[in-house]
Structure formats: C-alpha cells, structure tokens
C-alpha cells in the first residue's frame, strides 16, 4: 500500500470530510476520492461509505487507518534514521585489533557519548582476515584493520579503506641478550637468523613481513610459534630465547627490549574499512569523524 494514501486515510479519520481532507493537503476533492478508491483496490476491502453527503470510514478503514499510525510512524522513523542530515541515532556495529581499539576506538567512543548519545557503538575483536570477512557479508558496520608497507592488503571491490594512523616495528628480543652483547643490533637481521620467530596466530601479514625481511637479509626465518596477544608474545620470546616483530611506541615487560630495523622496514598501517556508500549512514559518518580526530590525536 501507497504510504501517501495511508496518510490521506489516517487524515480523513482525523478530519471526518473529504473537503478538509483537501484542503489541509492542497488537493482537490475529486483527488483525494480517487487516491482512497486506489488503497481500497489495494487493500482489498472498502474502506469508505456514505452517509448522506458525507462518508465514513467502514470498519475495516477504522483498522487500516489504526495500522496506518504505527507504519507513518515507522516511515518517518527510517527516514530521520537514513537522513544524512538527521540527528545520529543507532548501533554501530564494529570489529577490529586489539591496538586499533585501544588506541582510537575508545577514545573516539568516549567522544561520541558526549557528542551523539543517541549513537551506541557494539565492539567485537577480530583480526584483518576475520574483519574483511565479516565487513563483505555485511555482519559489521565498521572494522579496523591493518597491513604493513612490506605486506599490503589488496582490499575487495565492495570495502572501502580510509588510512588512520601508522607505527614502526621493531625486532624484540630477550633483554638478557643485550646484557651478554650489548651492541646488538637489528638492523643487521642476518645476526638473528638462527632464532625461532613468533609471529601472529591469525593473520598472515605479520608472517609475510617476516619472511620478506628475512630474504632481504639473506636467510629464512623459522616460524615456530603463533601467537596472538603480544603480552603472550613478549612472554615467549623471554621464556624460549626467540625473537618477533613488536610495536616501538608499545611499552614491553622488563624481561624484553625492541630494537629498530633498518630504516622503519616494517611500519603497520591502521584502516578504517567500511562497505561502499555506507559512510553517509549518520551514525557510521560521525563515528569516522570521531575515529579520524582521536588517530590525529595520538599521531601529533
């Protein structure tokens, strides 16, 4: 059923004359009769009957016009709600890495409850691989993902990226190796090719940047643990003399140290990905706003 007709209905129920009907929607008479005759043909029952000169709605016009309150309602609802220039109001549904979080997210969020309380933001922790899935089959609003200069992600067709802030990593290694040989130095990596490297349990790129530095300095890297969570990965790398790729700016425990690679060889880059023309959607749009103000933030 035509919304405009159940909104000619559910004034004529108001109004009680065709002629006011009219004249509070700058028709003619003859219009409004035809726009009814047309819902009742689409709804399948009368609607309207006479009553001398007048009409009334039947009892089922009565019904329709009750129903028509809730779906006008709705309308205008989802019509506020899609409006690129209505207040922001609905749940945000996003997915990213533990670092994108903590270090944009939830500022951005802390934010955006000041700005736009009428936004709520769902937050779930998955890594790119996970994210890109979840962004294509529409099971996430928003995902935070990343890739390094040595391993680019070639984002889908239907995804679009917006670049938000970007860390060097270096090599960490037991700081009880740079107690024995305290000039150590990772920008000569061929000197740790006899270590295990630990490298991430659920995302490729990290391992991808790993074998790419090491055939830069000539030798292939032994993968031997996946890990996720860094702190289990400082662990590691204490507990069984290896070594792996961590954060400069991310403070470690005392028993690891992070040494620099040859000119900022591995720098992970954070994206902002959403579906293509899904960035106009009022509370995504002020959520990037958000989410590009905090990543100026922590770069300045």
């Known amino acids: 059923m035509d919304v405009h007709r159940l909104g000619l209905l559910l004034d004529l129920s108001r109004l009680g004359s065709m002629r006011e009907v009219a004249d509070t929607r700058?028709?003619?008479?003859?219009?409004?009769?035809?726009?009814?005759?047309?819902?009742?043909?689409?709804?399948?029952?009368?609607?309207?009957?006479?009553v001398g000169r007048r009409v009334r709605l039947t009892p089922a016009g009565r019904r329709l016009a009750e129903h028509a309150v809730t779906i006008l309602?709705?309308?205008e609802a989802a019509r506020l709600d899609l409006d690129p220039d209505a207040a922001p109001v609905g749940t945000v549904r996003v997915g990213g890495f533990?670092?994108?979080?903590?270090?944009?997210?939830?500022?951005?969020?802390?934010?955006?409850?000041?700005?736009?309380?009428?936004?709520?933001?769902?937050?779930?922790?998955?890594?790119?691989?996970?994210?890109?899935a979840l962004l294509e089959a529409d099971d996430l609003d928003l995902g935070l993902s990343y890739d390094y200069g040595l391993a680019p992600v070639s984002w889908p067709a239907t995804l679009r990226a917006v670049p938000l802030w970007r860390?060097?990593?270096?090599?960490?290694?037991?700081?009880?190796?740079?107690?024995?040989?305290?000039?150590?130095?990772?920008?000569?990596?061929?000197?740790?090719?006899?270590?295990a490297w630990v490298v991430n349990s659920r995302n490729t790129a990290d391992a991808d940047v790993v074998r790419a530095l090491g055939a830069m300095a000539g030798f292939t890297p032994r993968l031997a643990h996946s890990i996720d969570?860094?702190?289990?990965?400082?662990?590691?790398?204490?507990?069984?003399?290896?070594?792996?790729?961590?954060?400069l700016d991310r403070p470690t425990g005392p028993g690891v140290r992070v040494l620099?690679?040859?000119e900022d060889a591995a720098v992970l880059q954070a994206w902002a990905v959403t579906r293509r023309g899904r960035d106009a959607w009022p509370p995504l749009r002020v959520l990037l706003e958000a989410l590009r103000a905090t990543s100026a933030d922590a770069a300045a």
């Open 26 to 50: 700058g028709l003619s008479t003859s219009a409004v009769s035809q726009q009814l005759a047309t819902l009742a043909r689409e709804a399948g029952t009368a609607l309207v009957e006479p």
């Open 73 to 75: 309602a709705a309308v």
């Open 98 to 132: 533990a670092t994108g979080v903590r270090r944009t997210l939830l500022p951005a969020m802390a934010a955006l409850a000041e700005a736009h309380p009428g936004v709520e933001v769902v937050v779930h922790e998955y890594e790119p691989l996970e994210t890109v």
């Open 167 to 195: 860390t060097p990593w270096g090599l960490g290694v037991p700081a009880t190796e740079l107690e024995r040989h305290p000039a150590a130095d990772a920008r000569d990596l061929a000197r740790w090719a006899d270590r």
């Open 229 to 247: 969570s860094l702190d289990l990965v400082e662990d590691l790398v204490v507990a069984q003399d290896c070594v792996a790729l961590l954060p």
């Open 260 to 262: 620099p690679l040859a």
